[in-house]
């Protein structure tokens, strides 16, 4: 792995590292992912879209008491990022939220291609 990636990923705290240099993460998903998701998230990359996924982050952050360093908007993916634990944790809350909590594995070099996707 680059470096300078791993370096950028690791300043991240919801990230883990296996020994094969994927990464571990627990994924907030609005829509749930499935045949004609990356289609259809290109398509939603408009500024309505982003600022309902910061909205979505604000929320979850101050219902969950998690601190705001702990989720990411991923505009590339329409989702939210955060650690395994806090999807976990959270899980039953997120789902009453009509929210889809997954523990994904990417890929950083494949332009975090997902490896395995776990609903939880």
Do not use: W
């Amino acid at each position: 792995m680059d470096p300078e990636l791993r370096k950028q990923l690791e300043k991240k705290a919801f990230n883990k590292f296996t020994e094969e240099e994927t990464i571990i993460r627990g994924c907030i998903y609005v829509t749930k992912p499935g045949p004609g998701y990356a289609v259809k998230v290109k398509e939603q990359k408009t500024p309505e879209e982003h600022r309902a996924l910061s909205e979505l982050k604000e929320r979850l952050c101050t219902q969950l008491r998690v601190p705001r360093s702990m989720i990411e908007v991923d505009k590339k993916k329409g989702r939210l990022l955060t650690s395994e634990k806090i999807v976990m944790k959270h899980k039953e809350k997120l789902k009453q939220m009509n929210l889809i909590p997954a523990v994904v594995e990417e890929m950083p070099e494949q332009d975090f291609l997902e490896v395995q996707i776990d609903f939880i």
